[in-house]
């Protein structure tokens, strides 16, 4: 297993000789697993260090995927449960009648909500980042000083960005590795920059549990912060070229 900078920078030319590869797993994952399996890196879902003091990221270039940059429950204490009652809609996923809330919004304008006739979007503040809708009414937030910690305590390493073309899909996907670069310091200012021009997305995906005691009780399953792959990059001051 590489090691060292240097090793990955060897290991990961040849790669790139190769040409096209096929996927080793399908679906969007399906470029990361690749590629760590031709490195000889153990797949594991630990936010740390992949090598050294590297994590490793890859992804596809032109892509218009989506990668989750964190997630992190919105305030005040029991918005999400209010965001669905509020704006949810029946689901064929439930035997009955209770409310789910699926939906991708951004700073860029509002996002309908299935039939419900409401739209919700994200307002962008000096020092939040909130959910209003159609009535600029607000539902949940964020500080900007929370957002800032949790994203510096999450983004702390020092990151190798594989890009790829692709070609094919599912089972069938290939992959053409051909550069890669280091990548560091986590921008906050661009952060909320790519936010306000709605390039940076924000995921809801509230439901409810589905049986036990918790039966018909909301569940959030991960209030998401997402970007598209061929931007993460841009969330770093330091963008180094190395192969």
Known sequence: MIQTLNEFISEYKKICDVGWVRTHRAGPTGIGKTLEDLLGIQENNIDGPDFGDYELKSCRLGSNSMLTIFTKTPQPRGAINTLRITFGYSSDAYDNEEKVLHVTLSAAGFTSIANTGHSLKISCSPTQISI????????????????????????????????????????????????????????????????????????????????????????????????????????????????
């Open 132 to 243: 209003i809708d159609e009535t600029k009414t607000e539902y949940a937030y964020w500080t900007r000083t929370e957002l800032k910690t949790a994203f510096e305590r999450k983004y702390k390493n020092t990151f190798i960005y594989a890009k790829a073309y692709a070609q094919g899909s599912g089972r069938d996907e290939e992959f053409k590795f051909v550069e890669a670069y280091e990548v560091s310091g986590f921008n906050y200012d661009s952060f909320v920059a790519l936010l306000e021009q709605g390039k940076i997305y924000v995921d809801l995906r509230i439901g409810q549990y589905h049986g036990g005691l918790k039966d018909g009780q909301t569940h959030d399953h991960g209030t998401a912060f997402r970007i598209k792959e061929n931007d993460h990059s841009l969330l770093f001051k330091n963008n180094n070229r190395i192969v």
